[in-house]
């Protein structure tokens, strides 16, 4: 795995997005545009479904999750596509396994225990996850509490109130905080933009958080309404160009919330290419954040390698 410089963050700096338009109309075309006009077929699409697959962090976030679940989830992580299937793409020797598998924090220990000697890094949601709404000391506590269970990566969300009243020092206050609490630990800030209201909110969060030293930005959470959607993905890839180009340091992103399917896969994968390039298609700076996306994407590959679609129930649900 490439290793990326950390985020060091910048001192909160306004004059960086407080002017920033952001043209509705001309990001939904693009978007509209994007599962269309750039298809890629045959082997090509297996081996970006592959990518995809390194890509995902496989994720069980439900209330009735337990440590059976998790364990369950965790060996399909290290396994996430059938030997036949990998062996049948020539992967055998380096067969795929997922970015990481996301979780609870009361999970993270059966999620470590499961993964032990695979490499694969546990990310934990924590700060009130998904509402964000608890005191902030309880927050700290709790991402402090992921760490110590083992968590390398921890998938905080933000006060939208900061965002909805514009008050960037808050945010930008609570997200430092985080990192500081993080320690080594590498911080996920979840923007939740379908309670953003704005992409000009989205545009100017994204930066803050970023100044504030996240080493990624997440598009939702799952639970609100609206969760990943291109015309936001594409704001904040734009806001994450924008912090390289003043900064020099390349910050990761993660759509997640509703994404399913093998064609979702390759739209983000070709939005990734298309704005930032080849370097954003590693797992160090591009996730997936999905519950049931994988499912899909082994089907698609059996279909590539034998020419047949086998039912959805033949494959497991993650
Ligand atoms: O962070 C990941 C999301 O919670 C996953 O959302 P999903 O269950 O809609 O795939």
């Not at 927050?139 to 939208?160: K, N, P, Q």
């Not at 020092?169 to 953003?196: F, N, P, W």
């Amino acid at each position: 795995m490439t290793t990326i410089d950390r985020n060091p963050g910048t001192v909160l700096t306004p004059e960086w997005f407080e002017c920033i338009q952001v043209n509705l109309s001309a990001a939904e075309r693009r978007a509209a545009t994007l599962g269309t006009r750039r298809t890629v077929k045959k082997e090509y699409q297996a081996a970006w479904l592959v990518k995809a697959v390194t890509c995902i962090d496989l994720t069980t976030l439900a209330g009735d999750d337990t440590p059976g679940r998790v364990h369950r989830l965790a060996m399909k992580a290290r396994r996430p596509i059938r030997d036949d299937i990998v062996a049948a793409l020539g992967l055998s020797d380096s067969p795929p396994t997922v970015g990481a598998v996301c979780v609870y924090p009361t999970m993270v220990a059966p999620a470590v225990k499961a993964l032990a000697g695979s490499g694969i890094p546990v990310a934990s949601v924590a700060t009130g996850f998904p509402a964000g709404l608890t005191p902030l000391p309880q927050r700290l506590a709790e991402i402090r509490y992921a760490v110590g269970e083992g968590a390398a990566e921890i998938d905080i969300v933000i006060s939208r109130a900061h965002v909805l009243t514009q008050n960037w020092q808050a945010l930008y206050d609570e997200v430092k905080s985080m990192r500081e609490a993080c320690g080594e630990a590498h911080l996920k800030a979840i923007l939740a933009t379908g309670d953003l209201k704005t992409l000009r909110n989205v545009y100017k969060a994204s930066m803050v958080a970023m100044q504030a030293g996240a080493d990624f930005i997440k598009t939702s959470t799952g639970k609100e309404d609206v969760n990943a959607t291109l015309p936001v993905g594409l704001t904040m890839l734009r806001a994450l160009r924008d912090y390289g180009e003043f900064t020099g340091h390349r910050i990761g992103f993660k759509p997640a919330g509703g994404l399913r399917t093998a064609k979702d896969a390759l739209t983000w994968l070709s939005l990734m290419k298309e704005e930032l390039g080849r370097p954003w298609l590693e797992p160090e700076l591009f996730r997936i954040g999905a519950s049931s996306m994988l499912g899909d994407i082994e089907r698609q590959l059996e279909h590539y390698v034998t020419g047949r679609y086998a039912s959805i129930s033949h494959h497991a649900m993650a």
